[in-house]
């Protein structure tokens, strides 16, 4: 009986051994296709656009003319859209994601709210280029302006920002709120002093997502009226811009082939703005969790 038993425990072994494996495959095989396509995209994109890569392309507006196009007012009007997108979607997300997890009850209309949130993550970005549309453009009378867009784009990713503040806030063990409260500290006190940056590097995560999200979409700032072609760089907020997705677009629709390379050299400019973002906000996050 004995002798049984072990044979059946070395047979499941085995069998769980194999699922194992089998999986362990699996996921490997999953990864190398992701990084594969990675791969073939940075290839296409910087065999097609790193000859076209120079000072006048960065110092140049847009043009009809492929050789002289430029990507000058995109940049900067890039710039100026996340100067408000960042700030806002930020503040907001973070007082909201504070506001549900301490203050508010824990009842059935705040889990009504939490589960709309999450599902607003979900929601399509035009669907949010509509809502701008008819609250801050036409609504407000702000225009295709930065402050238009920058609102816009900061209601499309807000979502995001308070779900991924929220999980951090959660995430904080209840011993350091005890020890705050011990040592005679208020509630505001507790979250300034000890909740936030605790959960600094999983809110940044979120919010770099988040940002990245903001400044590659497109969608929005078509419903919006944006223009793909200006001569002039914005002054102020309330100014008439242009951004990176949408002289992408336009340069990527155009049936001339060497606007294909002025597009793929957009895409690289595009790229290099989102690392340098996503640099500084991993070096901001590193700096907290080497604390906490």
Do not use: C
Not at 2 to 12: A, C, E, T
């Amino acid at each position: 009986m004995k002798y049984i038993d072990q044979q059946l425990v070395v047979k499941r072994m085995n069998g769980r051994n194999i699922v194992n494996t089998l999986f362990k495959g699996l996921f490997l095989l999953a990864t190398l296709v992701s990084l594969l396509f990675l791969a073939i995209l940075l290839y296409r994109i910087g065999t097609q656009g790193i000859s076209h890569l120079s000072w006048d392309f960065l110092n140049n507006f847009a043009s009809r003319f492929p050789e002289k196009a430029g990507i000058k007012a995109a940049l900067v009007g890039s710039l100026w859209l996340m100067a408000v997108v960042a700030p806002t979607s930020i503040i907001l997300g973070v007082g909201s994601a504070i506001y549900l997890e301490e203050y508010a009850k824990k009842n059935r209309m705040t889990a009504f709210i939490r589960t709309n949130i999450s599902n607003l993550a979900g929601v399509p970005s035009v669907v949010f280029g509509l809502l701008g549309l008819t609250i801050f453009v036409r609504a407000l009378s702000l225009g295709n302006s930065v402050l238009a867009a920058g609102f816009t784009m900061s209601l499309l990713i807000l979502p995001v920002i308070i779900v991924a503040a929220q999980e951090s806030i959660r995430a904080i063990p209840g011993e350091l709120r005890d020890a705050s409260y011990g040592m005679g500290a208020t509630k505001w006190q507790t979250i300034v002093k000890v909740i936030l940056p605790a959960a600094i590097p999983g809110i940044l995560t979120g919010s770099i997502l988040a940002l990245s999200r903001a400044i590659g979409e497109t969608a929005p700032l078509i419903v919006i009226g944006i223009p793909v072609i200006i001569q002039f760089l914005p002054s102020g907020v309330m100014d008439t811009f242009t951004a990176l997705p949408m002289q992408i677009y336009d340069w990527s629709s155009r049936p001339q082939q060497e606007f294909q390379v002025v597009a793929a050299a957009g895409i690289i400019v595009l790229m290099v703005v989102l690392l340098l973002m996503n640099t500084v906000a991993a070096i901001i996050r590193n700096k907290f969790q080497k604390r906490y």
